[in-house]
């Protein structure tokens, strides 16, 4: 074997050195990064919408389950059924995915895509339990796929808002996730952030990837620094995999 | 930033060639070769603290290299037919006149991309079994039976053409029962 193993090292070395290369031009390959961090909106987007309608265990719900936001207990109800075509498209964007977060190995993300179903799973669960206690409350609610929503009035708010943090009080915490989902959370966090900067929304500058980290997730979002009645639309034009 | 980019930028200058060259044996093509590195860089741009930050640089800029490789195959298999083999470059990037080199250009087209990565990492880059799971993201176990396969599969082609082997691989061959 080894005869062999010294021919094709000559031979790898022949056939890569037999070809002239330049270096590559710096200028180029930052104006790469640029148009494909300014992409990554998009694709991540994608990945949200077909992922959370497959039923593959470690796809469900993938990327969709990241810490929830302040006053984030609405949701939007479940999409079509599941079927062949969105299982399969579903697997091309998880790659996309593993694209997003290049540095990440690929059992790295099948880990994280495997907490963020777990997640989602509690995540619909507690959305069960909160909706029992506002009912219990006296409030009608409708549960949706990760919180609850509430269709009242501006006098009545300031007694809801009571009720849910009571509510919210008596629920278990989620466990936290891992450093390697959060970092998947970052990067869809981020390409939120610059898809709001392209539309002409002013966020304030992301955090640091290890102070959000440090965080557990909670130290900064891609809306943050953005006024409160313009925050609602950036969300809405530049969804996270959060919502 | 200045400083960032004029770090990456020698970073580019000095390193690029040679990920140029691995990302040719692995894509047999330069054009895709090109891509490929520049694609690798490019991610690394985006996480440039944590390059400058990791014990080598250029390593970690090669796993980059291998990831989106290898990524790129599993989106061409889901999203088109599962790719074994390199399409052919239909250019003769100059190399062809070179025997060996020639030859094996056309026997790696033969290997599956997995195994093809798996021979390049280890034979080209002289990567060590368990840095070459690493950068592949598998185990060294893997590797192991990823080049086995791909060196049987080599002398197998190789040993098809004795003009173009060395004689004590074909001496080898033939004593291999």
Same mark, same amino acid.
């Given at each position: #074997? ?8 000559? $031979?790898?070395?022949? #056939?890569?050195?037999?070809? $002239? %290369? ?14 494909? /961090? /300014? ?31 302040? $006053? ?23 790659? +996309? ?11 790295? #993300? ?6 963020? !179903? ?5 995540? /619909? !669960? ?12 006296? %409030? ?23 009720? #849910?943090?009571?509510? /919210?009080?008596?629920?278990? !915490?989620?466990?936290?996730?891992? +450093? ?21 929304? !002013? ?24 006024? +409160? ?15 | 930033?200045?400083?960032? *980019? ?60 291998? =990831? ?26 100059? *190399? ?30 002289? *990567? ?16 192991? =039976? *990823? ?7 080599? &002398? ?11 004689? &004590? ?9």
């Amino acid at each position: #074997m080894n005869d062999i193993e010294g021919t094709v090292r000559a $031979g790898l070395h022949d #056939m890569a050195d037999d070809v $002239g %290369w330049s270096p590559l031009d710096a200028g180029e390959v930052v104006s790469r990064h640029r148009r494909a /961090r /300014r992409a990554r909106a998009g694709v991540v987007a994608v990945v949200a919408a077909v992922v959370t309608v497959v039923s593959v265990p470690t796809v469900a719900g993938s990327l969709g389950a990241a810490p929830t936001r302040p $006053g984030g207990d609405v949701a939007t109800p479940g999409g079509p059924v599941p079927d062949a075509t969105a299982q399969r498209e579903a697997t091309a964007q998880r790659d +996309e995915a593993v694209e997003v977060v290049g540095d990440l190995t690929e059992a790295e #993300m099948v880990q994280a895509l495997a907490e963020f !179903a777990a997640d989602r799973d509690r995540q /619909r !669960a507690d959305a069960v339990v909160l909706g029992e206690c506002l009912t219990a409350a006296g %409030w009608q609610v409708t549960v949706h796929r990760n919180g609850v929503e509430w269709q009242g009035t501006a006098l009545s708010s300031a007694a809801y808002e009571a009720s #849910m943090t009571t509510c /919210r009080a008596a629920q278990p !915490a989620r466990p936290p996730l891992s +450093e390697v989902a959060l970092r998947v959370v970052y990067a869809d966090y981020l390409a939120a952030h610059t898809c709001m900067v392209a539309k002409g929304f !002013a966020p304030a500058e992301p955090l640091d990837e290890a102070a959000f980290i440090a965080s557990g997730g909670a130290g900064w979002y891609p809306e943050t620094g953005i006024p +409160e009645e313009r925050a609602a639309a950036a969300s809405r034009q530049c969804p996270t995999r959060a919502r | 930033m200045r400083g960032t *980019h004029e770090a990456f930028s020698s970073f580019v200058r000095e390193h690029s060639p040679s990920l140029m060259r691995t990302a040719y044996l692995l894509t047999g093509d330069r054009g895709h070769a090109e891509d490929l590195a520049q694609t690798a860089l490019a991610k690394a741009y985006g996480h440039w603290s944590r390059v400058e930050a990791a014990d080598q640089p250029v390593a970690y800029v090669r796993r980059l290299m291998v =990831n989106a490789h290898l990524s790129w195959l599993r989106r061409l298999a889901s999203t088109e037919q599962v790719v074994e083999r390199v399409p052919d470059p239909g250019t003769d990037d100059g *190399h062809a006149a070179r025997a060996l080199g020639g030859q094996l250009r056309d026997a790696l087209r033969e290997l599956s991309p997995r195994v093809r990565t798996a021979v390049v990492l280890r034979f080209y880059d002289d *990567h060590s079994r368990a840095e070459t799971a690493r950068l592949m993201g598998c185990s060294v176990s893997t590797v192991d =039976n *990823h080049v086995t396969r791909g060196l049987a599969a080599l &002398r197998r082609l190789l040993a098809d053409d004795p003009e173009l082997v060395p004689a &004590r691989t074909r001496t080898h061959l033939e004593e291999t029962p």
